[in-house]
């Protein structure tokens, strides 16, 4: 069932804009207003084959030293940087709960040593 068929007590003008563009409330992602932010959050997040990966609030802190702050002028929130590397995948088709996420996000699965 597709996410219009879903909207059934939606007016048909917001049936048709949801059909041509996507969406029809609510704000826009960062992923759309500032992509560079997201870009560089998932830089950000991946594991790095020396140092291990960084934590969502390391992410936040570092967001901040490069001069990226939210519409209010103060650093991301850990949630945020969550839900803008959500969104992102979601946009790309990614489930945020799947190992292809995870894989994007973390970088490829190594066995465990043994």
Do not use: H
Not at 11 to 18: E, G, I, M, N, V
Not at 106 to 113: F, K, M, S
Request: charged fraction near 35%; aromatic fraction near 4%.
């Amino acid at each position: 069932m597709d996410r219009v068929a879903r909207q059934a007590g939606a007016s048909p003008a917001r049936k048709r804009k949801r059909e041509r563009e996507g969406r029809c409330e609510g704000p826009k992602p960062l992923s759309e207003t500032r992509p560079e932010v997201v870009a560089l959050a998932r830089k950000l997040r991946r594991r790095r084959p020396k140092g291990g990966q960084l934590s969502l609030r390391e992410v936040a802190k570092e967001l901040a030293a490069r001069g990226f702050l939210n519409e209010r002028g103060k650093p991301y929130a850990a949630k945020s940087v969550a839900s803008m590397l959500r969104s992102a995948a979601a946009r790309r088709g990614v489930r945020w709960s799947s190992v292809a996420f995870r894989r994007e996000v973390t970088g490829p699965i190594r066995p465990p040593r043994g």
